[in-house]
């Protein structure tokens, strides 16, 4: 029997994600500190406003400068604020830098709603089932309008955007059923863009993703399209055509032509089916044609999820 991790709770909401403790303590250490500068602010006009009314028998010469005073009352704030600078970019980098073995799971908004596919196909509309203190990461991206996919209670909020992907993760420490909301003006029905996370037990979890009818995964499907579009051709290996190994490339570090490297990620991928001139790996001629208007947002997406499904072995992640 796994014991639960434990959950925190700011005011009325749940806190149901191993983020949601560090985002709550910054909240409130960001209130606390500007609400001291508020009330500070506030108290001191009302004290001078009194003490130099019209009339009041005060000193009103122009006070002698106190240099030490100045310097404080300049330089403590920097520092303060500066302290909440590193400390919220820490939390960001982490928040946005998901673990090796995190489950990845496809979303795709559109007017109005949440499409998820789990990695062996099981496919979900408007509701989410996750493992209970396991990593998952969402790989997102629109069909039409700019969405946002917001879960309070996990502390999580990130737009989804068409023509490319972006990411979160998450660990969820509490069971149960959490609201998921869409937190970006997207039409007319963008109020009734609702969802929910349902947490559940990683026994449970497990057996409800291996029941529901078997579709073939989207990684298969990507297998498929990587094969009819004629990418095999080059990039598979013992071709004739040299062209880089695609085999466990999420993740991986890219040596480019021009001297720059970067951690190859969904984006990566999409830009070089579509751009394939503006990141040519090292060792290679720019010689691969545009895929732009060949193939679909769904094939891109099934050849990300076939690339990441190869390098499985390498993270360890398993179903
Ligand atoms: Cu989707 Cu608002």
New binding site residues.
């Given amino acids: 029997m796994p014991t639960e991790p434990p959950t925190t709770a700011l005011l009325w909401l749940p806190g149901a994600s191993s983020i949601a403790p560090r985002t709550d303590r910054l909240f409130i250490a960001l209130v606390l500190l500007c609400g001291f500068v508020a009330v500070a602010v506030c108290v001191t006009m009302v004290v001078f406003c009194v003490r130099y009314r019209s009339g009041a028998k005060v000193e009103r010469s122009a006070i002698s400068r106190k240099l030490g005073l100045e310097l404080g009352w300049t330089l403590l704030p920097l520092a303060l604020f500066l302290v909440i600078f590193v400390w919220a970019a820490a939390d960001y980098v982490r928040l946005y830098r998901a673990p090796d073995n995190a489950l990845p799971i496809d979303v795709v908004?559109k007017q109005?709603m949440w499409k998820l596919e789990h990695r062996n196909g099981r496919r979900e509309i408007n509701e989410l089932h996750v493992p209970l203190g396991q990593p998952v990461r969402l790989v997102m991206t629109s069909q039409d309008?700019i969405?946002?996919f917001y879960v309070p209670a996990f502390r999580l909020k990130q737009d989804v955007v068409p023509g490319r992907y972006t990411s979160l993760w998450f660990e969820a420490t509490q069971l149960g059923t959490f609201q998921l909301f869409?937190a970006?003006?997207?039409g007319s029905e963008?109020a009734q863009?609702l969802g929910r996370i349902v947490v559940m037990r990683p026994a449970e979890f497990a057996q409800w993703l291996a029941s529901g009818t078997p579709e073939p995964s989207l990684a298969q499907y990507g297998f498929a399209r990587f094969r009819q579009l004629g990418c095999s051709g080059c990039h598979a290996a013992g071709s004739i055509l040299h062209a880089p190994a695609l085999e466990g490339l999420i993740g991986r570090t890219v040596h480019l032509q021009d001297g720059r490297s970067l951690v190859a990620d969904e984006n990566y991928v999409r830009d070089s089916i579509l751009l394939p001139k503006k990141d040519v790996v090292a060792g290679f001629d720019p010689v691969m044609p545009s895929f732009a208007g060949q193939v679909s947002e769904e094939d891109i997406r099934a050849l990300v999820a076939w690339l990441r499904s190869t390098g499985e072995a390498r993270t360890g992640v398993r179903p």
């Fill in positions: 908004a109005w309008a969405h946002s869409c970006e003006y997207c963008h863009m």
